[in-house]
Structure formats: C-alpha cells, structure tokens
C-alpha cells in the first residue's frame, strides 16, 4: 500500500514537472520509479530564490546548500572548516593576504570549468561598484576585501583592506561564498534566482512554483556522488498536512515541526532529529523615523509586558528554551552579566501610559520556521494577550514569506518577530548584523554608535579572551537600548521516516543531503 502511494505522488511530481515546458522531459528523465533512488521532503515555505549571493532566508538556503558549493566548508555537524573548492590556503604574516589553491577537475552544472577566474569573477560581482540591493550578505562576507587577483588557473589571492578574523569562517558560510558559474551568471543578467548553476552534489532539474522544486544528482559532481538520486522539496504549508504526509508514507524527512505534533510523529513509528540550535528568535522594534517604538522607553516597556519564560514554555513545550540573552549560552560573547528586560506589567502598563501607547501593529511571518516552530500567527497571538493585559491593543496582519519580507521594508509597523540563525560559528556574524544601516538583513534599522564602534574593533581582534570581551559589551549595549528583544533558542528539527539514514541539520541550520540514504520499505 505504501508503495502504492509513493508511486502516487511520484506521478503528481512528473505530472506538475510537464507543466514546466522547460523543464518537462529532463524532469521525467531524472525521477525514478525506484522509491529508494527519489527522497521527498516537505517544507512549509518554498524558496525564495536560488541565487546564494542574493537570498538570506533558510527556506532557499536548504536548497542552494545542495547546489552550490563555497572556497571552504564546514565539517559535518561541526562549524569546524575544511577544504571544499578550495584544497588548501596560506595567510599572511599581516593577515591580508589570503591565497587559496583549487580543486582541478571541477564542473558547474553547465559543463564550464572551475578555475580561479570563476572565484574572482564572484567575489567581484559582489564588490561595491557591482552590487545590488537584494545582495544582503555582501557585505558581511566581503566588507573587507581589496581585491581579488588570478595568480594562475588554480590559484586565487584576496586581499584584505583590514584584518578580519572570521574571514576564513565567511568563506565557508552558504550565502554570499558559494561560487556560480560565470557562464551562466553572464547568460542571465547577473541573476541565478530561478537558474542557479553551482557546483555542488544536485544540480536543479525544475521549479514547479507553489508546488514543488526538484534536484537531481549532477553526475560529474567532483566529488562522492549523492547516496539518493533525486530530491523532491513538496511544499506543504499546512504543519498538520506535513506530519499525515510522513505518518502515510507520502514523504519521507518534514520540517517545520513542533511539540505539539511530534507525539504523533513518534507513535507512527518516525524518528525526530533534535539538536540544540545555533539561533535566536526575537521580537523586532521598528526604530525609521516617525515610528513610535523608535523611543526606547516604549521598546522597554513593551518587552516588558511580555512574560517571556512562560510564553516560551507553552509555545514550544521544551524544544526551545528561554533566551535570557541574544547570544546562545555557548557563544563567545555570552554573558550572565548581560541587563536583560524582565517581566513587570505593572512598570509597562505605567510606562506605556505615560507615553500614550494604547496600539500598535505586529505583522508576522505566516510559516513554521527553525527559529519559530509554531508560526507567526501563534506567536503573535501570544504577545497580542499579554500586550492587552497593559492596555495596549495590538493588531496583527499575517503574511507568506516572501510578502512578509517586503513589508517588513515598506509598511509602517511597530513589532515583528525574526529569526537569525549563525552561518559560521563566529559571534561577529551572530551579532553584526544590527550595525548594518541595510534593512534587507536588519529589519527594524536599530542603529547605536556605540554598538557599531565596538563591532568594527571585534572583527581585528584575533580570537580570545579580549574578543570576547568585545562582543560581552556589544551585547549588553544591545540589551539596554533594547535593539530587540530576545525570545528564544530553538532547537534544530525535522522528523523522518525510519528507512532514512543520516537526516538531519546542520549547525548552520542548513539540510545537506549528499550523505543521507534511503532504503525500501
């Protein structure tokens, strides 16, 4: 019966694959009718493009992870780095110089070559003069770089303007790093959104919008070729929808989930992958100018109408733990020390009547997330009943991803709720990003010179005691303006079925599926 199924939804993935003319007889070609070679995952939110210099967001990352591939890498479940496109590197006595020796023999999906000309061509399409808007990590991978030189074919030099400590951690990271084919960067207008073209394990077969989007092993992948053939991502927006899905045999690894589901997600005989995330979620203030909670003392006082430990608990039931600080426990930068609001209704309501707050606007992101396992709408909902406890009305407008994205930049509102998750394991990336003056990475334009002054010493500064004293004053700088308000450290999840080997998520918070293997039921 459950082949039967499986073999259902492999004619539904081929016949919306038809649809796609480009794509059609590729597609059809690339789906197998053997259940172990086709590994189906349900997600709730698509991506929202493919290119990795121009998306910021995990829903398109846990793709592009599998497409492309970066200079460097990070060990499996480690944010340790190690080789990737690069075999070896050698730094300079200063610390400006960077040169990196390259695997030979390397294709990208569109049969180019890679060589040192590709990585300089990448980098360099993402320097000031060449820049979009929608490259929102540009500057946090490659703030620093001067130039980038071909030395020959196999060997590229970067030069730094300064010294800058999680470098070689950002040359590892998933967005921004991974190297695209020039060929077809050249052929599309600078722009892989729905044409990416890396050099990774899969390579994109079609993009059914709405629907689904399906990877196929690239066969002349330089490396060990992918254990499962092809990955169909299914999107099942619905959290209720994904669990009846892998219990039926419909799917066999779901993201998304969350306390509540995961009793049914066990006694129906899958597996649930937990580890502790390297993330915050946070409720976001909108500080442009002209916005009411661009005064502190209105952030205050709403942060702390907000009963956070017990919103934590019965939100997440122990798969995601109280944020006492922005920084998880395990980081460099943490501290105890840190001024963290805490609960007091009586001190919120005063204050907020004093400043004549009696509404506010909360828009939210309508889909299950890493950060966020129960979705927008439930966490807004929470923080909509502790808010009227101090006579504040807070109304709430709910939108999909990528509408929600682009009104966190054009509307006017005064709280959301965001998640980051770390891409390398360095605190700098942690935190950085409420320095930038960029509202694609920091939405509420929180903006303190002395927050920022102590971000641009910590990049300098080598790793160590006096770092990491750095980054304890960023974050308590953070914590008294109240530049967000942290609410919780996630856990990593998903739930898989139990003929799936070796799902799970990385630390960076990515799915990697070149390893994972699937057997018959």
Request: hydrophobic content about 40%.
């Given at each position: ?26 597609a ?54 190690e ?32 060589d ?7 980098i ?5 003069e ?9 500057e ?15 060997t ?30 050249k052929?599309?207008?600078?722009n ?52 009846v899905a ?11 989930i ?41 952030r ?27 920084f ?17 209704p ?35 909902e929470a923080?909509?009943?502790?808010l ?5 009305e807070?109304s ?27 891409d390398?394991g ?23 010179e ?17 770092r ?28 898989y ?7 799970e ?17």
């Amino acid at each position: 019966m459950k082949f039967h199924f499986k073999k259902s939804v492999l004619a539904l993935a081929c016949a919306a694959v038809v649809g796609a003319s480009l794509f059609s007889s590729a597609a059809q070609a690339a789906l197998s009718r053997k259940p172990q070679d086709n590994l189906f995952v349900a997600v709730s939110t698509e991506p929202v493009g493919l290119d990795p210099a121009m998306v910021d967001d995990n829903y398109s990352g846990d793709v592009i992870s599998n497409i492309y591939e970066s200079l460097l890498a990070f060990k499996p479940g480690s944010m340790e780095v190690e080789p990737g496109l690069a075999e070896s590197w050698t730094i300079s006595d200063d610390g400006l110089e960077y040169t990196f020796k390259l695997r030979q023999g390397v294709k990208f999906h569109d049969g180019t070559p890679f060589d040192a000309e590709a990585v300089k061509f990448n980098i360099e399409r993402q320097m000031p003069e060449n820049r979009t808007a929608r490259m929102a990590y540009a500057e946090l991978v490659y703030g620093d770089v001067a130039k980038v030189e071909v030395l020959d074919q196999y060997t590229v030099k970067i030069t730094l303007k300064q010294s800058s400590t999680p470098f070689l951690r950002n040359m590892a990271m998933l967005y921004a790093a991974p190297i695209a084919s020039p060929t077809a960067l050249k052929a599309n207008n600078n722009n892989l959104m729905t044409n990416p073209v890396g050099t990774g394990p899969y390579r994109l077969v079609a993009w059914d919008r709405g629907q689904q989007v399906i990877l196929t092993t690239f066969e002349d992948y330089w490396g060990e070729k992918p254990k499962v053939q092809n990955v169909i991502f299914r999107l099942m927006k619905e959290n209720g929808a994904r669990v009846v899905a892998l219990n039926n045999g419909e799917v066999d690894i779901i993201t998304g989930i969350d306390a509540n589901v995961a009793p049914q997600i066990t006694a129906a005989g899958n597996k649930i992958f937990q580890r502790d995330g390297n993330s915050t979620l946070y409720m976001l203030f909108n500080t442009r100018e002209h916005e009411q909670t661009k005064d502190r003392e209105i952030r205050r006082a709403l942060a702390q109408a907000i009963n956070t430990p017990e919103l934590v608990k019965s939100l997440y039931k122990g798969f995601s733990s109280y944020a006492k600080t922005y920084f998880p426990s395990f980081m460099a930068g943490y501290s105890e020390n840190t001024p963290t609001v805490t609960y007091d209704p009586e001190a919120a309501k005063k204050a907020l009547a004093e400043k004549g707050v009696t509404k506010v606007k909360i828009i939210a992101n309508s889909n299950a997330s890493y950060s966020n396992t129960v979705g927008g709408q439930v966490l807004s909902e929470a923080v909509q009943a502790y808010l009227k406890e101090v006579g504040v009305e807070a109304s709430i407008a709910v939108y999909d991803w990528a509408t929600f994205k682009s009104r966190l930049m054009t509307d006017s509102w005064d709280l959301s709720f965001i998640g980051w998750n770390g891409d390398n394991g360095d605190p700098d990336n942690f935190i950085n990003i409420f320095a930038r003056p960029d509202a694609n990475i920091n939405q509420g334009l929180w903006q303190n010179e002395e927050f920022n002054a102590l971000i641009e010493q910590g990049v300098h500064v080598k790793d160590g005691p006096e770092r990491t004293k750095i980054y304890e004053e960023a974050e308590r700088v953070l914590a008294e303006d109240v530049g967000i308000f942290p609410i919780a450290h996630a856990q990593n999840l998903l739930a898989y079925r139990p003929n799936i080997k070796n799902a799970e998520v990385h630390p960076i918070g990515l799915m990697f599926f070149k390893d994972v293997e699937k057997t018959v039921e």
